[in-house]
């Protein structure tokens, strides 16, 4: 054990949901990526027979994702990981990855976070806001309404100050649908 503490990034039901311990959290950013309902999900907002879409880290030139840095203490690193593996891994769409990390005080740090694998059956980042809302309307799996899912996000975005005009949009096309 390293003296070091790990610091973990979220981006979407992680910033609403984090499920382990933290020693801290601030606002961060991570460069290169940008969030995007690009994953079909089967487990946890969606079934196999009728998918929902999750957010998930797209790699994409020039992006970024504000979200969250947690910051773990030492002694705490290796159950938040076995954990985080556990709740992100279920199907291997997400690959695990160690990136910097800008935080809101100006340090950078290097944060685990979970990045979309565009080679998995599950990605479908081509999707339009509209598409996506037709499937998040209608979705639901064992945790509940897809729907659901995008307005934890959305608000818990809001409350942080984060803006991410996309999600607004899709949240209004959903709410559109389902009205």
């Known amino acids: 054990m390293t003296d070091t503490p790990l610091w973990v990034f979220g981006y979407g039901s992680l910033i609403w949901r984090p499920g382990f311990e933290f020693r801290s959290k601030q606002i961060a950013r991570l460069s290169g990526y940008r969030r995007s309902f690009c994953m079909r999900s089967i487990h946890y907002r969606g079934t196999a027979e009728q998918p929902g879409l999750v957010l998930a880290l797209d790699r994409e030139e020039g992006a970024h994702c504000d979200g969250i840095g947690f910051e773990i203490a030492p002694e705490q690193a290796d159950q938040t990981l076995e954990y985080l593996r556990e709740r992100e891994l279920i199907s291997y769409a997400y690959n695990e990855a160690t990136l910097p990390l800008d935080l809101e005080d100006g340090r950078q740090v290097m944060a685990v976070t979970f990045v979309m694998n565009p080679e998995h059956d599950q990605y479908c980042g081509r999707l339009s806001l509209e598409e996506q809302a ?30 991410d005009p996309e999600l607004i949009r899709l949240r209004e096309y959903t709410r559109k649908i389902l009205s």
């Open 134 to 163: 037709e499937i998040i309307a209608r979705a639901e799996g064992t945790f509940g309404p897809n729907v659901d899912y995008l307005e934890n996000t959305t608000s818990h975005l809001r409350e942080l100050g984060i803006e």
